[in-house]
T-cell receptor, first 111, second 112 residues
């Protein structure tokens, strides 16, 4: 099946630890995105990538890092510098000028 | 940066009623997208709009790309309980800019 897959669905992290969220797509899309969603809130852009080996900061990039070594993969690392990491994280991919498709999301909880 | 104002923030309606929500932008967009999100899931695309003035339907859903290219609306006719969820608009300003800007969402509750 073609699509975009995020893993894991639920993730628990101790304070002070880095954690990496996975996002893979087999849609041959050039662009990939990471959004953060807090309860009752909209989607805020963390990072996006238009092409392999290139990415740009979104509106709330502090405390996060990404890489884009392969077209299919855009992992997000939530670092210990992120002050309020507990949130629902959504990954999306998109062909040039076309629709964006989302993964099912990863709920990260800091314990 | 670009701002998208989505309204209303929430709606409570009776089953069978029609619903309308809209988004306005501070700048021109080349693409408007409408999504629905169920609790704990990723948003699912409902309708995509690519041209000013375009009116597109998907079942009971109808969306339009405003003539000014700064607004879009989504209508849902004859609502049913499974329409419950959060509806988001998103826009892209085009060109080499891949950035998608999202509205804050409209929470729809449908009473049977």
């Amino acid at each position: 099946d073609g699509g975009i897959t995020q893993s894991p669905k639920y993730l628990f992290r101790k304070e002070g630890q880095n954690v990496t969220l996975s996002c893979e797509q087999n849609l041959n899309h050039d662009a990939m995105y990471w959004y953060r969603q807090d309860p009752g809130q909209g989607l805020r852009l963390i990072y996006y990538s238009q092409i392999v080996n290139d990415f740009q900061k979104g509106d709330i990039a502090e405390g996060y890092s990404v890489s884009r070594e392969k077209k299919e993969s855009f992992p997000l690392t939530v670092t210990s510098a992120q002050k309020n990491p507990t949130a629902f994280y959504l990954c999306a991919s998109r062909a040039t000028g076309d629709k964006a498709f989302f993964g099912q999301g990863t709920r990260l909880t800091v314990v | 940066g670009q701002q998208l104002n989505q309204s209303p923030q929430s709606m409570f309606i009776q089953e069978g009623e029609d619903v309308s929500m809209n988004c306005t932008s501070s700048s021109i967009f080349n693409t408007w997208l409408w999504y629905k999100q169920d609790p704990g899931e990723g948003p699912v695309l409902l309708i995509a709009l690519y041209k000013a003035g375009e009116l597109t339907s998907n079942g009971r859903l109808t969306a339009q790309f405003g003539i000014t290219r700064k607004d879009s609306f989504l209508n849902i006719s004859a609502s049913i309980p499974s329409d419950v969820g959060i509806y988001f608009c998103a826009g892209q300003s085009g060109g080499s800019n891949y950035k998608l800007t999202f509205g804050k969402g409209t929470l729809l509750t449908v009473n049977p």
